[in-house]
T-cell receptor, first 113, second 114 residues
């Protein structure tokens, strides 16, 4: 079953605008990750935030994590047409040393030039 | 470093047949995970192998199986294919030690069952 729910399911914005997508999860985690997927291709890792971190930045990406609410958000600033993709949050969810990730349903982002 | 390589990229099979998909992880990575992606169910975890041992398994029928070789390459097999097995199958590799870290994904194998 899916660990997370993402919101919104779809987002359409103009180039230059900011895009915010949210993810909620159900169980305790060690870390939460965000991935991007261009149409029908493999996933690309964007950023990982550990459960003891509240905010993390990477270039135009800003991720927040609220473990009390079991939620995370991904902000893409000054979006570009090339940011058009699906974005997924993923949690490890399983205590211990495994590579299993549980993904949310994803947010489809369209950035219009 | 070479990335994760999945072969073949595309497959068309008939119901009832079986299929084997291959994944070569990043050199030095010992963990290989497999995921099924469909429009309806999203990304579903199939199983994970670490040092030739299955470390975790998702909620899929026994028709789905896998293995990992001593060089960390992995294969997954689906027997008695059903139409619902049509999906993008993704393989991910990671170092595998300690708490889950960044996973590196291959481009996937698109399986169509007709």
């Amino acid at each position: 079953s899916q660990q997370g729910e993402e919101d919104p399911q779809a987002l359409s914005i103009q180039e230059g605008e900011n895009a915010t997508m949210n993810c909620s999860y159900k169980t305790s985690i060690n870390n939460l990750q965000w991935y991007r997927q261009n149409s029908g291709r493999g996933l690309v890792h964007l950023i990982l935030i550990r459960s003891n971190e509240r905010e993390k930045h990477s270039g135009r990406l800003r991720v927040t994590l609220d473990t009390s609410k079991k939620s995370s958000s991904l902000l893409i600033t000054a979006s570009r047409a090339a940011d058009t993709a699906s974005y997924f949050c993923a949690t490890d969810a399983v205590p211990g040393n495994t590579g299993k990730l549980i993904f949310g349903q994803g947010t489809t982002l369209q950035v219009k030039p | 470093k070479a990335g994760v390589t999945q072969t073949p990229r595309y497959l068309i099979k008939t119901r009832g047949q079986q299929v084997t998909l291959s994944c070569s992880p990043i050199s030095g990575h010992r963990s290989v995970s497999w995921y099924q992606q469909t429009p309806g169910q999203g990304l579903q975890f199939l199983f994970e192998y670490f040092s030739e041992t299955q470390r975790n398994k998702g909620n899929f029928p026994g028709r789905f199986s896998g293995r990992q070789f001593s060089n960390s390459r992995s294969e997954m097999n689906v027997s008695t294919l059903e139409l619902g097995d049509s999906a993008l199958y993704l393989c991910a590799s990671s170092p595998g030690q300690g708490v889950a870290t960044e996973a590196f994904f291959g481009q996937g194998t698109r399986l169509t069952v007709v």
